[in-house]
């Protein structure tokens, strides 16, 4: 079984091709890891949607996420509300659900405090 801190301890890699997309069983074992996070666009993503108290505490949320993002290279579709953000991930790149989006999923579940 994959945990969270293994998933967020990863480092996203540049990927390229279907072959880089994870299977059902991948898939299942590292969603399994991160709680509140469930598929979407039939199976090609996943998303979670962080309740914050204000939005100050969202926008504090969504800042530190961005610079996530820009250092692991790997850009989650953002929906962004007074008191919650909704994060979506998908690897265009490889036409569905990578690594690249486990690893960014956990650490923005570490980044809530969750």
Not at 77 to 98: E, N
Request: net charge negative; proline share 5%.
């Amino acid at each position: 079984m994959t945990t969270i801190n293994e998933l967020a301890d990863r480092r996203c890699q540049p990927l390229k091709g279907p072959q880089h997309l994870l299977d059902a069983p991948s898939v299942s074992a590292r969603l399994s890891a991160l709680p509140g996070w469930t598929l979407a666009d039939e199976g090609q993503a996943i998303t979670r949607t962080f309740k914050f108290p204000d939005y100050y505490r969202t926008m504090a949320f969504v800042n530190a996420l961005a610079y996530v993002a820009h250092a692991e290279d790997h850009h989650p579709d953002l929906g962004v509300h007074y008191d919650r953000a909704v994060v979506r991930y998908s690897t265009h790149d490889v036409g569905g659900l990578s690594e690249n989006d486990f690893t960014c999923a956990a650490k923005a579940e570490l980044l809530a405090g969750e």
